[in-house]
């Protein structure tokens, strides 16, 4: 009956509508629940299937049909096994036949070596290929907007190498990111972050109100040399390690400080934030014009930023007035002195270069290019010394055993484990590409209830719960085969079974230990990120709607002092609805159509004001939610992986104390100042 049942069903005339994996499972189980038991059944099916369409499809189509007869065969295999388990469980319960005709008699036996790697095999291919992530989304959205024809090849085109006119290279906007970023992570495994950081704690003399306003500024500096990634992949890991060595109730006012200061100092120079370099090289603004406008409007928010911060943890659960003095030479964090200082020079020397061509209006990728590969060039030669060789670092009087890390602390940050590296390379780096810290023991991040005590996390406790980030980065969709006989057996098969992506990042490892801890420490997952949006805005431009939204924009520029304050909100609003980063994509495209720019009211006053406006927005508008900028998601990642978690209303809870004052302070700096000058 069950074979009659999966022929009936194939055997309609929309049967090739409905020949999916799942679709297909239904089928197979109502099979054996039906009493379907001739061997090999599936395979008639399947065999009928493909001679009924052999005649309708092309070759390409047949050779589908066959790779998904396989799959199917394979399922059918397992649930063969299972149901043959069940069947032997129920019999042994009811102490009957163990030779009955209804048993299978091979049943107990267990699953052949053959169908536990099919198994694997099965798991491990669609758990591959299901999975959805802040990488791979947009790249889907930008395909299936290519199937359905609602964009064409030239927004592709436009989306990468930039639109006639435009003044957005979006090649070059990366070339220049990566390059960057590639310096500041290499200068990171020296040890030279954490060496500041510790020697820093060790000058707050046991004051914890000097040791939250040194780590403050530290944040701030790092911020406006570097990049506000750089920040949280660095100081992030070390605030919740510290935290933990020097008994800190709640680490909240560190961690947000840092957030802070991250997304608000990197206004200050061109290269501290991606957004800056998008709307910069939309309106031609140089690496020194562009310090001038904004170095006032940036102090003046770090100035606030602080203010705010002390009056929203002015209780002392959250800054201590002392607290414990770790007992650790700051020198045993720099595990290549030689190479910091090396690393230090060639980020002075990159800054120079830029602030010196600025004048002779050279493109930033070009000054910041050669640094990056002059430092991976003296990476190259440190890995061929076989002189990378992390040191641990014991904080206080805490072992690692008694912090529970399962790795140690390095010069670079935290050693990621093997099998985190090789996970990430192994799925392609699917989430941000941020290296799994050694797990410290839970933070929990406690706030005070009604009676405003604090109990233990034991008790009833109220603690902010690790929440998901909606809709930016998906939980990775897979199909399991969940039977304990098979997952115990597999697993042995796995070491002889790896995929091609592990065996390489082994092999990498092993030769280049250095460049591999700083290849999976890079934000890949930015490169298709960020082409898909601009794709994507260029799709919209090509349809009508960026000359639809510049004729909006012209209602909202009456003046220069109403354009600075719409375009400066709007553009936080929407970073939490797009991200910071297609938002400042959107907003500049905006700007820079006919319909806004040749409007009477967009006076020279009125696009500055918008432009700043914009970069103050796309900034600040990162502190407010989670998911409203890159720095966010990787921080909170962060967090995640070492067991303390903010969750996304509490985020913007403690943002919404103090983001709303900076960024009505910061505008009405750029008020003043274009005011001055216009």
């Known amino acids: 009956m069950g074979y009659n049942v999966v022929m009936r069903d194939f055997d309609t005339n929309d049967w090739r509508y409905s020949n999916d994996i799942n679709m297909s499972l239904r089928l197979i189980r109502k099979a054996i629940d039906s009493g379907h038991k001739e061997r090999g059944g599936h395979n008639i099916v399947m065999h009928y299937i493909i001679e009924k369409t052999a005649t309708m499809l092309t070759p390409r189509a047949i050779d589908l049909i066959k790779r998904f007869k396989m799959l199917l065969a394979s399922v059918w295999e397992t649930l063969e096994m299972k149901r043959s388990f069940s069947t032997a469980q129920q019999q042994q319960q009811q102490e009957g036949d163990y030779n009955s005709d209804d048993a299978s008699p091979n049943s107990a036996q267990g699953p052949s070596p053959t169908a536990i790697a099919t198994a694997t095999n099965l798991k491990q291919k669609i758990s591959y290929h299901f999975t959805l992530n802040i990488a791979t989304a947009p790249v889907l959205g930008v395909l299936f907007l290519l199937a359905t024809r609602s964009i064409e090849g030239d927004s592709v085109r436009d989306g990468i190498v930039g639109a006639p006119g435009s003044g957005v290279e979006p090649y070059a906007v990366m070339i220049l990111f990566f390059s960057l970023a590639y310096i500041c992570i290499s200068l990171d495994m020296t040890g030279v972050f954490q060496y500041a950081a510790f020697w820093i704690s060790k000058r707050g003399g046991g004051s914890g109100q ?244 604090l109990e233990d996390d034991q008790g009833s406790v109220e603690t902010v719960s690790v929440s998901y980030i909606p809709a930016i980065i998906p939980t990775p969709t897979t199909m399991t085969i969940t039977d304990n006989n098979i997952n115990s057996q597999a697993s042995s098969e796995d070491t002889t079974h790896q995929s091609w992506a592990r065996k390489f990042s082994r092999k990498f490892e092993q030769k280049s230990p250095l460049l591999h801890a700083i290849a999976i420490r890079m934000p890949w997952a930015i490169l298709p990120f960020t082409f898909s949006m601009f794709i994507m805005v260029e799709g919209l431009s090509h349809s009508g709607w960026i000359a639809i939204f510049a004729k909006w924009a012209t209602k909202l520029v009456p003046n220069y002092v109403a354009a600075t304050y719409a375009i400066g909100f709007l553009s936080v609003l929407l970073c939490n609805i797009f991200n910071n980063v297609p938002m400042t994509i959107l907003v500049a495209r905006i700007l820079q159509h006919p319909n806004f720019v040749d409007s009477p009211l967009a006076t020279p006053e009125v ?72």
């Open 210 to 453: 000097r040791v939250f306003l040194s780590f403050f500024l530290l944040s701030t500096v790092m911020s406006g040399l570097t990049s506000n990634d750089v920040v949280v992949l660095t100081m992030t890991p070390f605030l919740v390690y510290y935290s933990q060595a020097v008994d800190l109730l709640t680490p909240i006012a560190f961690l947000m400080a840092e957030i802070q200061t991250a997304n608000i100092a990197s206004m200050a120079l061109y290269i501290g934030n991606l957004t800056n370099v998008v709307a910069c090289q939309a309106y031609k603004v140089s690496f020194l014009e562009y310090s001038a406008w904004m170095l006032l409007p940036c102090f003046a928010a770090v100035a606030t930023c602080y203010i705010m911060l002390r009056i929203n943890f002015r209780h002392e659960k959250y800054i201590p007035k002392i607290v414990k003095t770790p007992n650790v030479d700051p020198r045993s964090c720099l595990v290549d002195p030689v190479g910091a200082v090396f690393g230090l020079s060639v980020l002075a020397c990159s800054l120079i270069c830029l602030i010196g061509t600025s004048f002779a209006h050279v493109s930033v990728w070009i000054v910041t290019g050669p640094f990056a590969l002059l430092t991976l060039a003296r990476d190259i030669w440190y890995d061929s010394q076989g002189k990378f060789k992390p040191a641990q670092v014991a904080v206080g009087s805490l072992s690692d055993r008694q912090l529970g890390d399962r790795g140690s602390m390095t010069g670079g940050g935290v050693e990621a484990t093997a099998e985190s590296e090789e996970s990430q390379l192994e799925k392609g780096l699917p989430e941000i590409a941020v290296p799994e810290p050694s797990i410290v023991r839970p933070v929990s991040i406690l706030t005070e209830k009604d009676n405003g005590k």
């Open 607 to 678: 696009i500055k004001g918008c432009l700043f406006a914009l970069i103050v927005g796309s900034n600040l508008g990162a502190c407010t939610t989670l998911i409203s900028s890159l720095a966010g998601l990787m921080w909170d990642s962060v967090l995640r992986s070492k067991g303390s978690g903010v969750g996304f209303w509490n985020f913007f809870r403690w943002n919404m104390g103090v983001m709303p004052v900076v960024i009505l302070v910061t505008l009405t700096v750029v008020v003043i100042e274009l005011t001055v000058i216009f």
